[in-house]
């Protein structure tokens, strides 16, 4: 029977932690539970039952103790002054109205605390709080003792343009909607009949207050516009807002033409209404897109986890997420360092390969500061993190990791080409369509120049793939599949070739069924821990989990031949392990059914491991809906002993390949692109990087614990092995969907260029059709890959 | 007719008072979050007693 934690809701296990007979997962949300209690604060959890967000149990001690510098307090304080202090955290945890409630009531918890202020969308507190009664390091300690443990980066003080460019737009569409209802109601006059009889000094105080209004409108509020065209054409590029920018010039030359020769009050209603509606367009299009790229950058992304050294000496995996600054990090053989920290005990070989692109290690002492992004080579090292870690750090090593595949996507430079000739074909139209009407009706040829103009903006084209492409990754991630950015997308529609990995991939990395054959000491135990420890190979880790118990010793001349095993001098004793061409010097016979890994110690044959693989479940049925569709291939760097039954899996269109170096791996990637395949590998992210980096789309299988590498271009989680093939199936419902896009898009410029160059369609109602096309694509690209996800996607 | 340019200096100065008036919401960053003021709304005031109250009042059981 196991109960619900009454603070966060998970699973509090046989033993649950009781507080007044409720039941609590750990220590920690009985801690938040009793605080909040005292504190009269109990209607956090009437707000939203389990509200509450579980965190490694662990006292805060001196972590916090930089906040009392001076200097970082000034550049973290927006307001200092007196006994009087102001400060704004990004607090990742916050998700419900209940910490809204909770993090707005912070003044019941500490009275040093004057108010506090969350913005949701933002997940940021601002708190006022007087400083001689609690320090910014209290208040960061009371916030890390209730759970929501704030995020903490000098760099903060930069990004905080965000919210003024937010805001600018707003001010402009404000602006913009202010004059065009004005100059409507003076031009309306004129759009009846009998308008003409106005009085020649209304039209024309009607005229000049019409220029007045419009005035802010085409030096402020459109000023992005001309910006953007100007910038295009200095570097000599015809982009879509030069079309925008004429079109407003032109409106606004003509109008000020009419007014001030008394022939007529010009066009001033359609020019701010113009700008009033494309600007509209545009903040909803910002606001997508911020949702999105949030999700992206904080939310949905990949799950990596860290092994950290607890303070009683034993190894923990855990997220992330919540690692903190002055942790102990153990990082092995080829491992990422995630932030960055301070090397407490090893001997490190840092390559920066994946940060600078220099690939030669580089060698650091104890004491010595190593950099986020570099990657260990050799034994493993210890390292102290000095530095707040920020997932960002780690998406951005993996996008900036992709000189490969670039300029391959059809799609985006269909898009440029079309963008481009697009534009100027636009611009001659409208003079053809001005030149027409010039001799027929000169206002009626100002209006078809403008409504061309803007009507035909390839904006809809523009946003089609982002849209859809963004919008299928945040489906994928919601569903444990991570892609690196859309262009994997594409590859993954492309691909026609499937080659997989063995061990750690199609297997089951947890599961092995591990005995050793011969008789091992304690002691030796030990020894073989000790070096298993430092490689990240799915059976070395299956080692080091089935001797959990056993201390660990200091190791030496640490050696991982990749594909044959480890050595290294531990106690003056010489550990090998590994395959039995390693460890025996000798071709073993082929007659194995399982995969085993030989010891010896000192020179001395000790016996070997025995592991027997479980198969991920649906393996066989996954397989089977791809073996129709896909040329498959398996490349396993152990020896054949499962031969037969992966066989009968695979069935026999399938090409096995047995004992592959990672090296072979590679080569055989290398030849199936010569044979113009496009290739997809799966596999495990750090033994497999070379085969993974040089395949069209490498996707890595993560079980519980991943180790991020950037080589390849997506994460599957372990869990959703089985749906592989639906999500490459769905690859391809997306791309139809940028297609019907593309065509609405088309058809929808097609019909409103007819009617613009017929001089029938006015600027205005151009103005908002414009913003209504991008709006519908945007919708639709977004509600039918949503729609089609429900409905295609486990 | 005069009053038409009575009823157009009117109608511009109350528009510009709206406009203003926005200006003002926008800068003062009634914009910038519209999600929060519609939960906090519906928040209880706290009592102002601090009395420990009995178990039975607290709302926390599971439900």
Redesign the interface.
Known sequence: MSQ?C?HCGEDCGKAPVLY?D?PFCCNGCKTV?QLL?EK????Y???M??AGIKVEEESAGEKYAWLDLEEIKNKLLEFNEGTISKVTFFIPAIHC?SC??LL??LH?LNPGVMAS??????KEVSISFKNDQISLRKLVELLAAIHYIPEISLKDIDKKKD?SS??KV??KI??AG?SF??TM??NFPDYLPGGELI?QE?RS?FGI?SFLLALPVVFYCSNDYFLSAYKGLKHKVINIDLPIALGIITLFLQSSYEVFSGSGIGFFDSLSGLLFFMLIGKWYQNKTYQALSFERDYKSYFPVAVNKIMSDGSEQSIPLSDLQQGDILLIRNKEIIPADARIVSGQANIDYSFVTGEAMPVSKKIGDTVFGGGKQAGSAIQIEIIKEVKQNLLTQLWNQNQEKNQAQSVLNSLVNRVSKYFTVVIILIALVAMIYWLNVDKRLAIYAFTSVLIIACPCALALTVPFTFGNTMRQFGKREFYLKNTQVIEDLYRADTIVFDKTGTITMSKAFQLSFEGSLSDEEEALIKSLARHSTHPLSKAIVTHLADAPVHETHEFKELEGMGLSALIREQRVIMGSAAMVLGEKHSRELTESRVYVSIAGKYKGYYRLENTYKEGLGKLIEELSGRYELHLLSGDNDSEKAVLSRIFGSGTNLHFNQSPTDKLEYIRNLKKEGKTVIMIGDGLNDAGALHESHTGITIADDVYQFSPACEAILSGRQFKNLFSYIRFTHKSLRIVHISFGISFLYNIVGLSFAVQGILSPIVAAILMPVSSVSVVAFASLSVNWLAKRHLK | MSVIVLLVIIGILVAAGFLIAFIWAVRSGQYDDSYSPSVRILFDDLKESKEPSSEEELPNKPK
């Open positions: 619900a009454v007044k409720l539970y209690n009269e604060l109990g209607s959890y009437s707000i039952p389990m109205a809204l409630w707005e009531n019941q202020q969350v913005n949701f969308p933002k919210t937010n805001r707003l001010l404000g602006i202010f209802m004005n109601m003076y009085e209304f105080l207050l």
